[in-house]
């Protein structure tokens, strides 16, 4: 994790090469994604310090909230922008990332190390419930909607659906962090050790700000070199949005779920795994149809291929976490799968 600041030193040069319209927008998104990786390692080990001074229960409400903060940002200037397809499939992406590419290299690397690691498998089975809840949420009006004809169609119905979507989904989340944190998190297993405080809080809230603050800046220099990258390498938005960009605001999520399961901690990198994807699922897309609302309304409606690689991603996540057990060659399957699809989106 400390190698990954050293990427820090790519913020200047971004914005150099932005002002100075140097490198064409292919090396301008790549200098900036390099920027972003960094930047939301510094969130996460921030929003973890501050966590140490407010206690367990609020220290987990603020990892819920600040968890996906860059994928916030990232989604709203795109949302700005009117990229409503970069937004969804960076959604559905983020989802598919955490659970096949996160856990399945967790599962992969801490099965090598540790050859079979053990779980509590009742609360990730209620997390996994939760990951069908919400792709059932986002497939049935999706399946709806699909059989109409463009006549048929009523933007203002479109919109009205997405908002009561995304009030749901945020009910059912906020429930969801009641039952974890309060009423039965002895289901979950995750025993996180107390550790020294390294910063004192001031700082970590100082760090907190000014790491979002590089992250809004160059979430916007990324936003504004999608389009004309894309153009240039004849990359779909469909593969920049759903693998492209979640790898990017997930960089240090990935190293730190990766690094707890070789450690033989397979319920915190399920944790980090699972977690970020009800997070991402269930708060951020809410979040982002109602801030939709502010510009141009953002209708929650995903297509064939987004829809497609939810289910299968939630069908073999079921499969994998039921027995409360991991090993390398489940974490392989996991991997493959997300291979595969990635392929096949470069591909479409």
Do not use: R
């Not at 200098?31 to 140490?52: D, R």
């Not at 809004?216 to 004309?228: D, F, H, R, T, Y």
């Amino acid at each position: 994790m400390k190698k990954m600041y050293y990427l820090l030193i790519f913020i200047p040069i971004s914005i150099i090469l932005h002002f100075m319209q140097l490198g064409g927008p292919s090396v301008q998104f790549l200098i900036t994604a390099l920027a972003i990786v960094p930047l939301a390692a510094l969130l996460g080990e921030a929003t973890e310090e501050l966590s140490k001074y407010t206690g367990a229960k609020l220290g987990g409400f603020l990892s819920a909230t600040f968890g996906n903060v860059t994928e916030l940002i990232l989604s709203f200037f795109a949302l700005k922008a009117g990229l409503f397809d970069i937004v969804k499939a960076s959604i559905a992406g983020s989802m598919i990332g955490n659970v096949l590419l996160v856990l399945g290299l967790s599962m992969f690397m801490g099965g090598l190390k540790n050859k079979t690691q053990k779980f509590a498998k009742e609360g990730v089975n209620i997390s996994v419930s939760l990951l069908t809840l919400a792709v059932i949420s986002l497939v049935i009006p999706a399946v709806c909607t699909g059989n109409l004809s463009t006549s048929e169609l009523n933007p203002v119905n479109y919109e009205n659906l997405s908002v009561v979507i995304a009030i749901v989904m945020l009910i059912v989340y906020s429930c969801s962090l009641y039952f974890s944190f309060f009423t039965h998190k002895d289901l979950y297993g995750v025993d996180h050790e107390a550790s020294e405080k390294k910063w004192k809080q001031s700082t970590a809230i100082a760090i907190l700000l000014i790491a979002t603050s590089f992250v809004a800046l160059e979430s916007e220099l990324l936003v504004g070199n999608i389009e004309p990258m894309t153009e240039q390498l004849h990359l779909s938005k469909l593969f920049v949005g759903l693998i492209i960009i979640p790898i990017i605001g997930n960089a240090a999520e990935h190293a730190t779920a990766v690094t707890m399961a070789i450690k033989n901690k397979m319920d915190i990198a399920i944790e980090i795994a699972i977690g970020s994807s009800l997070q991402i699922i269930l708060f951020i897309a809410p979040i982002l149809v109602l801030l939709s609302l502010l510009f141009k309304p953002m209708a929650l409606i995903f297509n064939t291929y987004e829809i497609v690689a939810l289910g299968v991603t939630v069908i073999i996540a079921n499969k994998t976490c039921n027995d409360g057990e991991s090993n390398w060659l489940e974490g392989l399957q996991l991997i493959s799968v997300y291979i595969i699809l990635a392929a096949t989106f470069y591909v479409v």
